[in-house]
């Protein structure tokens, strides 16, 4: 298998909001970067991703994991990309990067990582039916008091979002620590429905168990919607 690489690429806001409203995505900011990103360098192969733009800002960087390196993403761009689709991508500036081979077991690490904790329920809860994709705290909720809220010893959502994240970290690495930075619900549209869910950023650090299990784990993202603009793990010293 290609090393995994991480990719960053300056974007104009103003040229993808335009780009995105004229091609019907201008719902939702995931989607359109899922489309922009599939259409210049192949579709899946730029993710999972996450932009990240200073309130206000006229530019934005957009961080990516892809199997591909500089030189390929770069031919795939300038055989197929549309020129509107160019103008939004700062290709020029495309900074790419081979990741570590191995992780080893121990290695402590920080992170930011921006996901949308759901699950898919295994049996009808509530009004939603089996499959169903929910709030992993309204899942939880419905688990343990199927018949209402209680006014008593409620659930934290915070708590029901951390093991969460730990168990979708799986046996790659243990959760140490992890701050929910930020909380929003925000809708997505997946084909002709939008369905609201939620939106958070967490702060944390990590304990690599499994090189290999880590490194597949970077590749593929943290939850659903790797290819949307969540689960990418950016990683930072540890203290």
């Known amino acids: 298998m290609n090393a995994l690489h991480l990719i960053s690429l300056p974007l ?6 335009r780009w995105a409203a004229m091609r019907g ?4 900011e995931g989607l359109a970067l899922h489309h922009l990103l599939s259409e210049t360098f192949g579709k899946g192969a730029t993710q999972p991703f996450r932009l990240m733009a200073a309130p206000g800002a006229a530019r934005a960087t957009l961080y990516a994991y892809a199997r591909s ?7 795939t761009a300038r055989e197929c990309a549309t020129p509107d689709a160019l103008a939004v991508c ?6 790419v990067k081979e990741m570590p081979d191995t992780w080893r077991k121990g290695r402590r690490l920080a ?14 809860a509530g009004v939603f039916p089996k499959g169903a994709e929910i709030d992993a705290y ?22 029901v ?45 990590l304990t690599v168990e499994d090189g290999a299990a880590f490194s597949a784990r970077l590749a593929s993202g943290v939850g659903r919607h790797a290819a949307f603009g969540y689960g990418m793990l950016l990683l930072r010293p540890a203290r």
């Open 138 to 159: 309204l899942a939880e909720v419905l688990r343990r008091h199927p018949e209402g809220r209680p006014t008593e010893n409620p659930v934290e959502r915070e708590n």
């Open 69 to 75: 390196d500089e030189t390929n993403l770069r031919q």
């Open 161 to 205: 979002y951390r093991t969460w994240l730990a168990e979708r970290l799986g046996a790659a690495a243990t959760l140490d620590e992890a701050r929910l930075i930020r909380f929003e619900r925000r809708p997505v549209v997946r084909g002709k429905t939008s369905r609201e869910g939620p939106d958070v950023i967490w702060h944390g650090a």
């Open 12 to 17: 104009d806001l103003a040229p993808l909001r």
């Open 90 to 95: 700062g290709l020029a500036g495309l900074a």
């Open 111 to 124: 992170f930011d990582l921006r996901a949308r904790p759901t699950k898919r329920l295994l049996k009808p």
């Open 25 to 28: 995505f201008g719902a939702d």
